[in-house]
T-cell receptor
Framework: SAVISQKPSRDICQRGTSLTIQCQVD?????MFWYRQQPGQSLTLIAT?????????ESGFVIDKFPISRPNLTFSTLTVSNMSPEDSSIYLC?????????????FGPGTRLTVL | AQSVTQPDIHITVSEGASLELRCNYS??????LFWYVQSPGQGLQLLLK??????LVQGIKGFEAEFKRSQSSFNLRKPSVHWSDAAEYFC???????????FGTGTQLKVEL
């Protein structure tokens, strides 16, 4: 499976600021996904990012708050804008198993965000 | 809409004992089913998956799961648990074809030595 890295691995931020999280994969993939895992909770999909098109957001998530870029087939960023303590979560990117296992998602190590 | 239920929030087993983690799903068509494991401070690692065919699937680390359509279940099992298996386990379902994963709430496994 693909090797996925995320930067930063963790960060502590002040409320009202923004943080951009990077996701890099070592092979070209069709689809990249961004999930949020709030403390003690399960994972919830924020958006799906396809290269060359606008990200598709899930209900409850908006582009102004979580802008996403997907400039090529190996890279994506998620920005958490105007942060509040409620944004404290682990943010994980995942990729599909292109080209063979497109029905399977593989996850990066996550970015642990704390907002003060 | 698809959904996943993991009835057990916490499970404690003794090392060497057998393990079964329950997962029930709700989905209108044939689901794509997954089990992932998350160790403390780590991302999610895929244990196994079921798309079609043999309903008993083998995964990594000695885990297996059985798909039972009549019960809408996809329970995870391991015959002998090791202390290193202590982690959180997530069951997930998707429609396949690159669609999103819907996760259960997770089961936290504690292993007593």
């Amino acid at each position: 499976s693909a090797v996925i890295s995320q930067k930063p691995s963790r960060d502590i931020c002040q409320r009202g600021t923004s943080l951009t999280i990077q996701c890099q994969v070592d092979s070209q993939v069709t689809m990249m996904f961004w999930y949020r895992q709030q403390p003690g909770q399960s994972l919830t999909l924020i958006a799906t990012a396809n290269q060359g098109s606008e990200a598709t957001y899930e209900s409850g998530f908006v582009i102004d708050k979580f802008p996403i870029s997907r400039p090529n087939l190996t890279f994506s960023t998620l920005t958490v804008s105007n942060m509040s303590p409620e944004d404290s979560s682990i943010y994980l990117c995942s990729v599909d198993g292109s080209p063979v296992r497109v029905d399977t998602q593989y996850f990066g190590p996550g970015t642990r965000l704390t907002v003060l | 809409a698809q959904s996943v239920t993991q009835p057990d929030i916490h499970i404690t087993v003794s090392e060497g004992a057998s393990l079964e983690l329950r997962c029930n799903y709700s989905y209108g068509a044939t689901p794509y089913l997954f089990w992932y494991v998350q160790s403390p401070g780590q991302g999610l690692q895929l244990l196994l998956k079921y798309f079609s065919g043999d309903t008993l699937v083998q995964g990594i680390k000695g885990f297996e799961a059985e798909f039972k359509r009549s019960q809408s279940s996809f329970n995870l099992r391991k015959p002998s648990v090791h202390w290193s298996d202590a982690a959180e386990y997530f069951c997930a379902v998707s429609a396949g074809g690159g669609n999103k994963l819907t996760f259960g709430t997770g089961t936290q496994l504690k292993v007593e030595l």
